[in-house]
């Protein structure tokens, strides 16, 4: 633990990488005066920024919040998966990212799975590896008394978005009220109002890098206990259990043959239930 000369402050971004016994063996030896946090760059976009703002400054959220029904995340990226992360799948890879996001909306272990499809599967044509390259985690968890559904799509080989998108009841007209945070396109969208047109607020203009990475760096550097965006470590255990319990899940459906094929640029058919036959299983020898 030679760094410690360097710094009192180590931190780790997600993945964590390790079991959760491994981490607290670790905590126990850590040397006295160390801080270790955690932390995931998502927190740091300027579109979650915003959103974590809004929710508590702008009274409009804060309201339609109380009447959403369902929240979508979409954390999808163009470039296959190919080398050593086709051995790590979308789960651990993208699933933290999303939950980054949605923390600020609930704490991650008041999710509860759907009990009939909690997570589908895919795999883009052409992958190599044995893991998942597509995901969806079907939930819900309880805001003011009330059930609000969660469906998280994470995939690579698939089109790109990069999106959360809160939406209310469905009017007579046939259109829900939302409000959506484009992580990818650098907006945010209004349409929580039904007599006027959706608003569009950019937030970062066409061409201006995304600099999650460094704000979060500066945040920990300029900080002695920074707010939302770090998490001790302990915190960061608990959520990176919930990964790893979706982690073993999607291995037991890969095993059954109970994934959907995708073609690259696309996202899986699930609505159709269109998965592979059980001798095209994943993980298993014949």
């Known amino acids: 633990m030679l760094f410690y000369d360097l710094s009192d402050v180590v931190l780790i971004e997600k993945p964590l990488g390790a079991t959760p016994e491994e ?28 959103l974590q703002m809004l929710l508590t ?58 009990e009939e499809s909690p997570l589908l599967v895919g795999r883009h044509e052409g992958l190599t590896g044995q893991r998942e390259s597509y995901a969806r985690m079907n939930a819900s968890f309880h805001h003011q008394g009330r059930p609000v559904k969660l469906v998280i799509d994470v995939g690579k080989g698939a089109d790109n978005a990069k999106w959360i998108k809160l939406s ?4 007579a007209a046939g259109r829900s009220p939302s409000y959506k945070f484009d992580f990818g396109k650098g907006e945010a969208i209004d349409a929580t109002q039904a007599t006027v047109r959706a ?3 950019r937030i970062r203009e066409p061409g201006v890098p995304d600099n999650a990475h460094l ?4 945040h920990v ?16 255990i608990r959520a990176n259990q919930r990964v790893r319990e979706l982690e073993s899940m999607a291995v037991e459906l890969l095993a059954r043959g109970e994934w959907t094929s995708y073609a690259v640029g696309t ?20």
């Open 57 to 114: 400054e702008e009274r409009t959220l804060r309201m339609f919040l109380d009447s959403v029904e369902e929240i979508r995340i979409e954390i999808l990226e163009e470039q296959p998966l190919v080398g050593a992360a086709a051995d790590i799948g979308v789960i651990a890879d993208l699933i933290p990212h999303a939950f980054a996001i949605i923390s600020l909306l609930t704490a991650i272990d008041r999710i509860k799975l759907d």
């Open 267 to 286: 996202r899986p058919a699930f609505e159709t239930g269109a998965r592979q036959p059980a001798q095209q299983a994943i993980g298993t020898t014949s």
């Open 199 to 201: 608003a569009v607020r």
């Open 215 to 218: 704000n979060m760096l500066r």
């Open 221 to 236: 550097i300029e900080k002695r206990h920074p707010a939302v965006g770090i998490l001790s470590i302990r915190e960061a």
């Open 168 to 171: 209310g009841e469905r009017r």
């Open 23 to 50: 981490y607290r063996e670790f905590l126990e030896t850590a040397t006295g005066g160390v801080e270790i946090v955690a932390a995931d760059h998502y927190y740091f976009k300027l579109e979650v920024r915003l």
